[in-house]
């Protein structure tokens, strides 16, 4: 089963990061990146760029409006996320607790994914 993994905290937090401590915060999550690669459950992930630069289209009846800014008002943003395939929803928390790791304070959501199109054959 694919799952995606949504990386949620606080902007503010994050963009705080000196140089060196984003630089080790991403390398302890790289280093879980690639075992969870190694072992075949990751696929595609990404670090979003700040709420500040997204779009979004909503679309209600016979309008869709173009809005500057993040789908949702919150202290938390969506920051990133990882595509993952595990067996079991238990093992996706597990690789989401290791992704956890050596993070800044905020949430991963877990959510099964049903995929439409996957050129690939994992995630």
Same mark, same amino acid.
Do not use: N, W
């Given at each position: 089963?694919?799952?995606?993994?949504?990386?949620?905290?606080?902007?503010? !937090? @994050?963009?705080?990061?000196?140089? %060196? $401590?984003?630089?080790?915060?991403?390398?302890?999550?790289?280093? /879980?990146? =690639?075992? #969870?690669?190694?072992?075949?459950?990751?696929?595609?992930?990404?670090?979003?760029?700040?709420?500040?630069?997204? !779009? @979004?289209?909503?679309?209600?009846? %016979? $309008?869709?409006?173009?809005?500057?800014?993040?789908?949702?008002? /919150?202290? =938390?943003? #969506?920051?990133?996320?990882?595509?993952?395939?595990?067996?079991?929803?238990?093992?996706?928390?597990?690789?989401?607790?290791?992704?956890?790791?050596?993070?800044?304070?905020?949430?991963?959501?877990?959510?099964?994914?049903?995929?439409?199109?996957?050129?690939?054959?994992?995630?």
């Amino acid at each position: 089963m694919k799952y995606a993994i949504f990386c949620y905290g606080q902007e503010g !937090v @994050t963009d705080a990061l000196t140089p %060196a $401590q984003d630089e080790a915060m991403m390398r302890t999550i790289g280093d /879980t990146s =690639e075992a #969870l690669r190694a072992e075949g459950k990751l696929g595609a992930s990404g670090r979003l760029m700040t709420t500040s630069s997204a !779009v @979004t289209v909503r679309h209600g009846g %016979a $309008q869709t409006l173009v809005l500057d800014g993040p789908f949702a008002e /919150t202290k =938390e943003h #969506l920051l990133g996320f990882y595509l993952i395939d595990c067996d079991s929803l238990e093992a996706a928390i597990d690789a989401a607790r290791r992704l956890a790791k050596g993070r800044t304070p905020g949430a991963l959501e877990i959510r099964p994914l049903r995929t439409f199109t996957d050129p690939s054959p994992r995630a």
